[in-house]
C-alpha cells in the first residue's frame, strides 16, 4: 500500500462547479498535512495546510480525519485558473514529506 | 529575490558522464530535501539534510551522492547517469518543525534528460 494515495482524475468541471478530492495515508502517526498546487511543468507550491478541525482558505476547505487517516479538498466556485494537479502531501515525521502521486484538475469554460 | 534557486534548469547529457545540480536557499531553513518526479508525475523523496547532516536517503543507488557545503546550499552529483535517471529533480528546503509546520518551499526544478 502506498503511503499516501489519492485519485489521480482527470477531473473534468465546468467554470463555477465544486470539486472534491480525497487522500488516505497509511503512517497513522503522522504529524501533518498539506495540500499542494502543482501546475504543468512548474513546482509544486502550498496550497493550504490540514488541521483537524478543518480550515478555509476562500473557496478552498481542507478537512482531516486522523481516524479514518483521510484528508480532503473541496474547492467551490471553480474558475478556469484553478486548473493544476493538486498533491496531498503528509509530513511522516523526521521531516519527511511524502507526496501523493496527485489529482488532475481541468476546469472548462 | 528567488527564495529557492537550483542550476541548471536544464540539463542533457549522454549515459555514463557524471553531472552536478546545485541548489541554494536564502530563507534561513534548517532543512533541505532532494526530490525526484518521473515520467508519471509521482514525486518521490530522495534525500533530507537538516543542518548539513543527512537525515533521510530513500534508498536512492550509490551514484547519487548529496553534498551540504553549509544549510543554505544542497549540492546533488550523479556518476553514471543512466536512462532511467532521467526525471524532473526538485530541491526543497522547510524549516525546523518546532511548531509543527513544514511547509516545503520548491526550486524550480532541474529537466535532466539522459540520452
Known amino acids: 500500500r502506498k503511503e499516501v494515495e489519492q485519485d489521480p482524475g482527470p477531473f473534468n468541471v465546468p467554470e463555477g462547479a465544486t470539486v472534491a478530492f480525497n487522500c488516505t495515508y497509511s503512517n497513522s502517526a503522522s504529524q501533518s498535512f498539506f495540500w499542494y498546487r502543482q501546475d504543468c511543468r512548474k513546482e509544486p507550491k502550498l496550497l493550504m495546510s490540514?488541521?483537524?478541525s478543518g480550515n478555509e482558505d476562500g473557496r478552498f476547505t481542507a478537512q482531516l480525519n486522523r481516524a479514518s487517516q483521510y484528508i480532503s479538498l473541496l474547492i467551490r466556485d471553480s474558475k478556469l485558473s484553478d486548473s493544476a494537479t493538486y498533491l496531498c502531501v503528509v509530513n511522516t515525521g523526521f521531516q519527511k514529506l511524502v507526496f501523493g502521486t496527485g489529482t488532475r484538475l481541468l476546469v472548462s469554460p | 529575490d528567488t527564495a529557492v534557486s537550483q542550476t541548471p534548469k536544464y540539463l542533457v547529457t549522454q549515459m555514463g558522464n557524471d553531472k552536478s545540480i546545485k541548489c541554494e536557499q536564502n530563507l534561513g531553513h534548517d532543512t533541505m530535501y532532494w526530490y525526484k518526479q518521473d515520467s508519471k508525475k509521482f514525486l518521490k523523496i530522495m534525500f533530507s539534510?537538516?543542518?548539513?547532516?543527512?537525515?533521510i536517503n530513500e534508498t536512492v543507488p550509490n551514484r547519487f551522492s548529496p553534498k551540504s557545503p553549509d544549510k543554505a546550499h544542497l549540492n546533488l552529483h550523479i556518476n553514471s547517469l543512466e536512462l532511467g535517471d532521467s526525471a524532473v529533480y526538485f530541491c526543497?528546503?522547510?524549516?525546523?518543525?518546532?511548531?509543527?509546520?513544514?511547509?516545503?518551499?520548491f526550486g524550480q526544478g532541474t529537466r535532466l534528460t539522459v540520452v
Open positions: 526543497a528546503s522547510s524549516p525546523v518543525p518546532g511548531n509543527g509546520n513544514t511547509e516545503a518551499f
Open positions: 539534510y537538516n543542518n548539513k547532516e543527512l537525515i
Open positions: 490540514v488541521y483537524s
